[in-house]
């Protein structure tokens, strides 16, 4: 079987006596989309923030292309393959779209770069590299128009997609979004839709989403991973989770 792009093993976080992640387990395969769902209060931000390393989990193990980064800080993460985007986008809003860019793509360099030693012309040169390779991210993401418009004008469309492009600065194998549908309307989330599924097949990386937005999560997840007061409830296909009577329970309990 091939290595897990991100796999989540046997974690557990509680606030409290409040159990947020009871032994939570489940795997990303390589070149998909997974999302991860469930009810308000299941859990999901909390999975995300273990797997992003802003969160430390109780126990348990997260791998990423089989290697163990548990624990590992976010800064660290970006230099082992994942990326994220934020729920609230954590833009730079004074700064210009390419300025947000490179900023990303800087925090994974940055060590490189001085650790290195490197003569001043090389520094230039690869500066201009990085420089290149952010553009040419802003391109792919439809936004180059807007390379020197600062981020705060920015409609939320197109600062969401700043913030992915952010994410794909560090050249992740694997991309975890955070609600990248939230506070949009249903235009809005279609073309996050379309984005989601290019950026995969571009660029041939896994992609785990947590969202609300079941009609976003239907259409482009390849698997799903449904959580309820901390546990995995299911796992499977969008036919199969959609159909399965605990999802149903799960979310039928939540308009009680
Ligand atoms: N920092 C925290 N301190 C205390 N309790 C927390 C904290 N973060 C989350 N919780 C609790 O952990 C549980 C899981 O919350 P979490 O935010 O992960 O769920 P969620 O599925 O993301 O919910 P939502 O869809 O409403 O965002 C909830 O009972 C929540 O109240």
Redesign the pocket.
């Given at each position: 079987m091939a290595t897990s792009a991100l796999a989540v093993e046997n974690v557990a976080l509680s606030?409290?006596g409040?159990?947020?992640?009871d032994q939570v387990s489940f795997s990303v395969a390589p070149g998909t989309i997974h999302a991860l769902i469930?009810?308000?209060?299941?859990?999901?931000?909390?999975?995300?923030?273990v797997i992003s390393g802003v969160?430390r989990a109780d126990s348990g193990v997260v791998r990423v292309n089989g290697n163990d980064v548990t624990g590992l800080r976010p800064h660290q993460l970006a230099t082992r393959g994942l990326g994220r985007s934020f729920q609230n986008l954590a833009l730079s809003m004074h700064s210009t779209v390419l300025d947000n860019v490179m900023l990303a793509r800087h925090s994974r360099t940055r060590g490189g770069f001085l650790a290195s030693g490197v003569r001043w012309p090389a520094m230039v040169a690869e500066q201009r590299k990085h420089t290149a390779r952010a553009v040419e991210i802003c391109e792919f993401l439809g936004i180059e128009r807007l390379l020197h418009a600062p981020v705060g004008g920015l409609s939320y469309g197109d600062a969401k997609r700043v913030d992915i492009a952010r994410a794909l600065a560090t050249e992740p194998e694997v991309l975890l979004l955070d609600?990248p549908a939230a506070g949009m309307n249903a235009g809005e989330t279609a073309e996050v839709a379309e984005l989601i599924k290019v950026v995969r097949e571009a660029l041939d990386i896994s992609i785990l989403l947590?969202e609300?937005d079941m009609t976003l999560v239907m259409g482009v997840a390849d698997r799903i991973t449904v959580?309820d007061?901390?546990k995995v409830v299911a796992d499977g296909t969008p036919a199969e989770v959609r159909n399965d009577p605990e999802v149903i329970r799960a979310y039928l309990g939540e308009q009680d």
């Open positions: 606030f409290g409040v159990k947020a992640l469930g009810p308000n209060g299941a859990g999901k931000s909390t999975c995300f923030n969160y609600e947590v609300h959580l007061f901390g």
